[in-house]
């Protein structure tokens, strides 16, 4: 972590295993490590933003928001803590404040692909399909490999009614038959229930055994259902 400083080696080694905690989500662990860190450097950046995270991912996004503004007004610069503040948003619903924030980060790190992902992620939650293939077709630029923005990509290129390529997105990282359920999930988000149900009873074709499928197509059956006796 070349965000901090002081202290002798072990000092960075603990948050630097704080921060693997975080990504796994083992928040209880990191807790402590980052706690200790704060008391001996509470104008550290690094260690605001990664507090801000725990706190954001567990719920608590008032004093998430306060620990991202304390990193961002310590390093207006630090991309980390602008795009975590664009996830917060995002979050709470506030999609054109997320842009904004997810902008800033890119415009610090225009090199990291997750940047893109989670702009394209607020664009599509706003309705800006063509803006969320854009943004992940950039992330993909840069790590091509990245299985959750070839998803991502596939549910935007659903939206615009590219059904085609979505389910050649989809299919880079997964099965035939999961494949078709997430196309099918994304017709459902599209609004368009019966061609769903479709493509649900063609991914259980596919993999009869695939649960997720069953599931998701008895929910919809359902929820027609009640629609229809409302």
């Known amino acids: 972590m070349r965000d901090i400083k002081p202290g002798g080696f072990d000092e960075v080694l603990a948050v630097e295993l704080a921060e693997t905690f975080i990504e796994a989500g083992a928040h209880q662990n990191a807790l402590p490590l980052l706690q200790n860190a704060l008391a001996r450097h509470p104008n550290d950046p690094r ?11 567990r719920g608590v996004y008032r004093q998430a928001r306060v620990e991202f503004g304390r ?11 602008l795009s975590g503040m664009g996830i917060l948003c995002d979050l709470e619903g506030d999609h054109v404040s997320a842009i904004s924030w997810h902008e800033k980060a890119l415009k610090e790190s225009p090199d990291v692909a997750r940047f893109y992902n989670n702009l394209g992620f607020s664009h599509y939650l706003m309705g800006h399909h063509q803006a969320a293939v854009d943004a992940y077709e950039s992330a993909l630029r840069l790590e091509p490999t990245a299985s959750l923005v070839f998803t991502n990509l596939g549910f935007a290129l ?4 590219r059904e085609d390529e979505a389910m050649r997105m989809f299919k880079q990282t997964m099965s035939e038959a999961e494949a078709l359920n997430d196309l ?11 061609k769903a149900m479709q493509t649900y009873r063609a991914a259980l074709s596919a993999d009869p055994k ?8 008895k929910a919809l059956k359902e929820e027609e259902k009640q629609k229809k006796e409302q």
Do not use: S
Not at 47 to 57: E, F, M, S
Not at 184 to 194: K, N
């Open 47 to 57: 260690l605001h933003y990664l507090l801000g995270t725990i706190l954001r991912d």
């Open 71 to 81: 990193a961002i007004e310590a390093d207006p610069h630090l991309a980390a803590a």
């Open 158 to 161: 659903v939206a615009l009614g």
């Open 184 to 194: 099918a999930l994304a017709q459902e988000l599209r609004g368009d229930p019966e």
């Open 210 to 217: 695939l649960a997720e499928a069953a599931d998701n197509l």
